[in-house]
T-cell receptor, first 112, second 119 residues
């Protein structure tokens, strides 16, 4: 059974700092890995999707890496802003029609 | 783009009543729907997976007679919480997987969620 863990559970940083969120998964046989953002009481917004054959994906200030063999992914956020404050979830997919298994989430707060 | 419309966004009901949550896919055919539950400060837990026209597959520990899922068309799936109790209070999110009507590309999109409070 796939298990996904995210560290840290919560993080508070001052505006402008670069930061890294970590995600680890127990079964390396994944189809893809996805990072989401969730604002309080809201649904999910997809940030980055990395296929199993890829090593990283970039979108603006966000960069996600994937090391399938070690069961790890990181989300790097450059020059953080207060608007980045949210919960970040990573999720892995085992196959094309397989369900997503979500991580425990990291609650990020970027302070002024 | 592919959008999932989830309704209602929040609902308050009395204990013992039933509540229906709808998810509609816009601009794509949702061949598979996933229903998740999220308790405060916890991650999403998959409740069930349904394919259009078939019975839903429930995750271990989820009561299928309590959480009724209907996926009768490629654009609509419903989750009915029957005889709701306070412990059913949670945030319910649907996710739809399918092909874009115009693009033909595979999509996976989440609804905005429904907050259920049972008094």
């Amino acid at each position: 059974k796939q298990e996904v863990t995210q560290i840290p559970a919560a993080l508070s940083v001052p505006e402008g700092e670069n930061l890294v969120l970590n995600c680890s998964f127990t079964d390396s046989a994944i189809y893809n890995l996805q990072w989401f953002r969730q604002d309080p009481g809201k649904g999910l917004t997809s940030l980055l999707l990395i296929q199993s054959s890829q090593r990283e994906q970039t979108s603006g200030r966000l960069n996600a890496s994937l090391d399938k063999s070690s069961g790890r992914s990181t989300l790097y956020i450059a020059a953080s802003q207060p608007g980045d404050s949210a919960t970040y979830l990573c999720a892995v997919r085992g196959g094309t029609a397989s369900k997503l298994t979500f991580g425990t989430g990291t609650r990020l707060q970027v302070t002024l | 783009g592919a959008v999932v419309s989830q309704h209602p966004s929040w609902v308050i009901c009395k204990s013992g009543t039933s509540v229906k949550i709808e998810c509609r896919s816009l601009d794509f055919q949702a061949t598979t729907m996933f229903w998740y539950r999220q308790f405060p400060k916890q991650s999403l837990m998959l409740m069930a997976t349904s394919n259009e026209g078939s019975k839903a597959t429930y995750e271990q520990g989820v009561e299928k007679d309590k959480f009724l899922i209907n996926h009768a068309s490629l654009t609509l799936s419903t989750l009915t919480v029957t005889s709701a109790h306070p412990e059913d209070s949670s945030f319910y999110i649907c996710s739809a997987s399918g092909q874009g009507i115009r693009s033909g590309a595979n999509v996976l999109t989440f609804g905005a969620g429904s907050r259920l409070t049972v008094l």
